[in-house]
């Protein structure tokens, strides 16, 4: 019945179906997310929709079952790009009159769900068998939740994919539209094929542009505004801003170290000689106290080699410290207990309890779980005749007659967890039928002990954990160094900003380029770079302007904002881009008139211009290359000219080329090998496509990010 492990191995399922959402949005792996502060339902919204607290907690949690190694911060984000592109596309689908069904919901099902490539609910033909898969869900349904972590969990996974699954159906239908028609043809599969495998063998000579554009590096300004005039729908730029950052990492000082050191050791004789241990805990660590009591493996690894030589209650860890982290122990319990169990019960509910629901109320569940117990530990015989007739786990009572099978002590489940104290379940004291009243979540459970295994030993460490922090005194002379910098620089060039600072040995982060929808900084990533991101494109902001940030652990980031670039067409900045343009067609000019326009053999080239002759290079359209670079111009002259004639100058990516044309061949085959061919085209055509209405959608969209405010 348990498919979540096999789910989990399919984890890249997850990351298909996400796929085409994270293809139109920047990855923002730092903002640090508060769930809950304030009684809001909102988180944002996409052109006036709103996105609720729920769906995206809903959506994060989905993640976090399929990706557990990554870090929180990462899986929300996620989980915000997922449900902003789930809605911008669901919007435009809406205007096309775009609707899900139910029979496309269980076409989905088969196809585009996580289920569709588990193996158990395949046929022989590798395609899913939608009856062995609703037969598992009708199982799935009628399993309580409380019986395994699993069931519950697999629960949450149905549940989560059913509500999401008609919107990504939506978003399909209108993704499909759209590539209606986006297909390679036979024609172009051919060529494309073709292209692979007919190949031109050629000598060449090759002239570096390197080698001879400083002959012609002086470009005079009205050849550029020229060009570009002529040009203009090439240079088009985008809204962006360059920024550069100085970032100042807060250290606690020398004497913060000293200070906290003298605090810890004061503090580890007190813990020693005290009684009241998990009061200390809570009024120093930064972890509560933790009442429960671990198997030795399930300790961290240096108190598994703790207790090996101090297993006595009341013996010290500590304090060491690791990365500014202080920690000490103390053992403050040990005791033996069954490693296994095997027990039944009897469950009695009441209205304010989980999925049991019976119409009664505590208190008078709680005296019917009394009364039950009264009379089975008067008279044991009578426990299975009563868990027919008075157990309110019903199905479990008629299938398994109370049984809860085999329970450890390190994978126990939510009734045991929860115990409220009442019974010691895993106590080595338990003898084979003892009965034991336990309270949970789930009502009152009278227990019996079926059987018990494997006694070991279980350990309660009350744990101290401190973090080292600057002090105000260091966090100040941090503020005044800032500030200091700051008035230096004051009137300082980006350049010299810069360079002052790591004269300094400050970090830097030099000249990022930043667009007004993105989300994170590269390099930078701090929960901040929205904040600082929507600073640098304010209306009143101008080059040159500079701003602190301050950071959740206590950093200090200097922004500067060094280029404000507006929609236009930049002539001073394409400038680097036009000048070798011009330079290579002077040069083109150049040796064409020295050739006076007439054929001549390779070897007077050679000869002429002091070069090599590369001799026997195999070339074809797929790759293109020549001197480790794609040069197409020259593969074109290499199939188009006559054969053993010695061409023109060829105007190439990186230089100038001659060359002779030696011998054409074939190596295509059969025609059934063009429909391989046109499956891998159609794939990257759509892939640029989708690329595209990405790109549109971004920025046609109103998206309001509400995170930072709860």
Known sequence: MNFLEKIRKNTWLVFFFISISLIFFVLDPNMILKFFTENSTIIGKVNGDNILIKEYVDCFQFLKRFRENEPDHYLKNDAWKLLVHEKVLNQEAKKLGIQSTKIDFWKAIEKQSIYSKIIDFQNDQGKMNMKKFKLYLKNLEKLPSHLTPQVEEEKNIWSYEKKSISKRIVAKKYVEMLMYGFNTSFVEAKLNYKDKNLFSIIDYIFFPYSEIEKKYYKIKSHEIHDFIQKNKFLYKKENLRNLSFVV???????????????????????????????????????KPFDSNFYLKKNLPVALQHFVDNHDQVGNMFG???ENNVYIMAKLTGKKM?????????????????????????????????KKIYGIVTKNPNQFHSLIIKKSDDIRNAKKNKGNLGWIKYDDQNEIFKENKGR?????????????GLAETKFGYHIIRIDNVKDIKPVYQFAVIIKTLIPSKKTEDLLYQKIIQFLKENKNSSLNEFINNARKKRYETIFLKEIKSFQWNIDDLNTELDKEIINWSYEKNRKEGDTKIFYTSNKDYII????????????????????????????????LSSIINNKYESLEKIALRFSRKINKYHKINFYQSMIENYQEPKVVGYAFSS??????????????????????????SKKISYFSSEMESLNINLRKNVLEKIGDVLIEKSNIKDYRKNI
């Open 248 to 286: 100042f990492r807060s250290y606690p000082s020398l004497d913060d170290e000293k200070n906290m050191d003298f605090k810890m050791k004061k503090l580890f004789q007190k813990f020693k000689f005290s009684n009241h241990n998990s009061i200390i805990v809570s009024n120093q660590s930064e």
């Open 337 to 369: 207990i069954y490693h296994s169990v095997l027990s039944s019960h009897i469950l009695i509910s009441h209205k304010d309890s989980v999925r049991f629901y019976k119409n009664r109320t505590k208190k008078d569940a709680e005296k019917i779980a």
């Open 559 to 590: 922004v500067f904002l060094s280029k404000i670039q507006k929609k236009g067409y930049p002539i001073e900045e394409i400038k680097n881009n036009i000048i070798p343009l011009l330079i290579n067609k002077k040069i083109d000019h150049y």
């Open 319 to 321: 304090p060491v410290k």
């Open 423 to 435: 019974f010691d379940f895993f106590s080595s004291k338990n003898k084979k039928g003892t009965i």
């Open 642 to 667: 006559k054969l053993h004639k010695t061409s023109k100058p060829i105007l190439g990516e990186k230089g100038i080329f001659f060359i002779r044309p030696l011998k054409r061949f074939n190596t």
